[in-house]
């Protein structure tokens, strides 16, 4: 079982930048792949990011094509915790987002492939 909790979510002006935090529980962190996803008012949820551990070689990251260049997408498995650092920030990258673990290891833009949600945390840009 994993739990997760997301933070750093809030007001921002466009133009400015959030980094949110997500913190998981359980030992195997670096075995999960971990996914960003959002969901705003009236429309379904969407993939925004993903970062899998590579076993010897490092990470792989996966942008949705409406935040490539913008967001960034790290972990840090000794904290057990998954960042994404919003730049640029846009009103309609207004939503709640979500942190998400897939027990496969692998990077998914479909959310039904992830096992494990954190509660949510809400951005809002104002223009």
């Known amino acids: 079982q994993v739990q997760l909790v997301e933070s750093g979510g809030g007001l921002v002006q466009a133009g400015g930048s959030l980094r949110l935090s997500c913190v998981a529980s359980?030992?195997?962190?670096?075995?999960?792949?971990m996914g960003w996803f959002r969901q705003a008012p009236g429309k379904e949820r969407e993939f925004v990011a993903g970062?899998?551990?590579?076993?010897?070689?490092?990470?792989?990251?996966d942008y949705a094509d409406s935040v490539k260049g913008r967001f960034t997408v790290s972990r840090d498995n000794a904290k057990n915790t998954v960042y994404l650092q919003m730049n640029g920030l846009k009103p309609e990258d207004t939503a709640v987002y979500y942190c998400a673990a897939d027990s496969n290891g692998y990077t998914a833009r479909d959310w039904n492939e992830y096992d494990y949600w954190g509660q949510g945390t809400q951005v809002t840009v104002s223009s």
């Open positions: 970062i899998s551990t590579i076993k010897w070689s490092g990470t792989r990251t």
């Open positions: 359980g030992r195997t962190f670096s075995r999960y792949a």
